[in-house]
């Protein structure tokens, strides 16, 4: 239990503490525990054997009145994000078993937001449908059979319809917002750090003084991995339009080149000899380019978004070609696939945040 904690870092609730749970004093007779992963203090907290009761900090709060309706953005075609249009009266949804609804006070845009407006996401929603999937606010209601994390905690995750006040999200998968950080600060948190991370060690076994090409760094997932991938030791090749090499370089890229031309096979090769793993989420006819720059051999190749388009490759290819390694790569088959790997992952993410003082966003933010 992270001990570095205060009081104010946390929301406290009435709860009984399971006897299982190792309650850590702050002094003041207040104590800080974690149940469920969910981190609480007690404002006057009383041990009675291997248990103990907790009054709620803020005396007299009432619960939270949750309206039937509010505001949101509607994605009203399958033509693109420019047919989304912000509608007052959607319902606030109310959560089911399993799930919590927060109040929403930031939201991440992603790639995904794209690809569903667009109707090139697998399965993706049909319009007219609330958009955006990921959001960080207070939790605000919990549905049947939740035990945590409870009322009042901050937590970032993925649903439907994130650009709202009001969104569900299943219990499971939200993260408690680290304390000391904005709600903002924790976009990214579940969704493009862990895919970059994902792409980097498990599956990449990027090492140092091994060669990283990422593709499209200047996004979300990108500059992520440009960050981890300098922090494991790697030499970092990057692409990105002009406009956003500065914004590479400052976070540590060694080279930069242009993601719109050139010959970026070409170029990896005579800086480096070739790519020990490459991140690619472009496709098109940049993916031709990501196979020639990876080393023969011994070169990871780890593909997890087709922004470009759809991009082939054959068995012929790979026997007289391309003597590489080719891994797929989603986030969410991988959490349902390989918990373990992914509760490796989330543990090494959450301990680079601590050792570097990173948060996982620090993109732009608009004002509500
Ligand atoms: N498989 C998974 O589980 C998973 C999880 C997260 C993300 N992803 C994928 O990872 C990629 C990045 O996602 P993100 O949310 O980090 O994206 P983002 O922040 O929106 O950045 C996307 C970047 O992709 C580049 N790009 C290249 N070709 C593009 C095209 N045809 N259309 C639009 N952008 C293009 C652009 O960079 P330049 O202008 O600099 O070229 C753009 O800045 C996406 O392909 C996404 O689907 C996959």
């Not at 509010?70 to 078993?97: C, F």
């Not at 905690?153 to 999200?169: H, I, K, P, S």
């Not at 918990?339 to 509500?368: D, H, I, N, T």
Request: charged share 15%.
């Amino acid at each position: 239990m992270p001990t570095d904690l205060t009081p104010d870092d946390v929301d406290t609730l009435h709860v009984t503490v399971p006897a299982d749970v190792d309650p850590v004093q702050l002094g003041s007779g207040r104590f800080l525990f974690a149940v469920a992963g969910v981190y609480m203090v007690g404002a006057a907290a009383r041990a009675t054997g291997r248990s103990l009761s907790c009054t709620p900090r803020k005396k007299g709060r009432s619960p939270m009145s949750i309206p039937a309706t509010m505001r949101a953005l509607q994605q009203t075609s399958l033509k693109g994000p420019q047919d989304m249009r912000l509608i007052t009266d959607a319902p606030v949804p109310s959560p089911g078993r399993g799930e919590i609804l927060i109040r929403v006070t930031a939201a991440g845009v992603n790639f995904a937001d794209i690809s569903k407006a667009h109707g090139t996401f697998l399965d993706g929603p049909r319009p007219p449908y609330l958009a955006g999937f990921e959001a960080a606010g207070e939790i605000v209601a919990v549905g049947e059979a939740v035990t945590g994390p409870l009322p009042g905690t901050r937590v970032v995750g993925v649903g439907n319809g994130a650009f709202a006040e009001y969104m569900v999200l299943p219990a499971a998968a939200a993260v408690p917002v680290p304390a000391g950080w904005a709600e903002q600060q924790a976009l990214g948190l579940v969704v493009n750090w862990p895919t970059a991370l994902a792409a980097l060690k498990p599956l990449g076994g990027v090492t140092a003084g091994q060669t990283v090409l990422v593709h499209a760094a200047a996004g979300g997932t990108g500059q992520a991995a440009v960050k981890m991938a300098k922090h494991y030791g790697a030499t970092v090749i990057a692409t990105a339009s002009p406009s956003k090499h500065d914004t590479v370089l400052v976070l540590g890229a060694d080279h930069v080149l242009d993601s719109l031309g050139g010959d970026i096979a070409a170029e990896v090769l005579r800086l480096t000899g070739g790519a020990d793993v490459v991140l690619e989420s472009t496709g098109g006819i940049t993916f031709d380019a990501s196979l020639a720059a990876a080393k023969r051999v011994t070169g990871r190749v780890i593909v997890y978004g087709v922004a470009g388009g759809e991009a082939p490759i054959t068995n012929w290819e790979l026997v007289y070609k391309h003597q590489i390694h080719i891994i797929g790569l989603n986030i969410g088959t991988l959490i349902q696939a390989a918990p373990q790997m992914f509760g490796e992952v989330m543990g090494e993410m959450f301990a680079l945040y601590k050792v570097r003082r990173w948060s996982s966003s620090s993109g732009p933010c608009l004002p509500q």
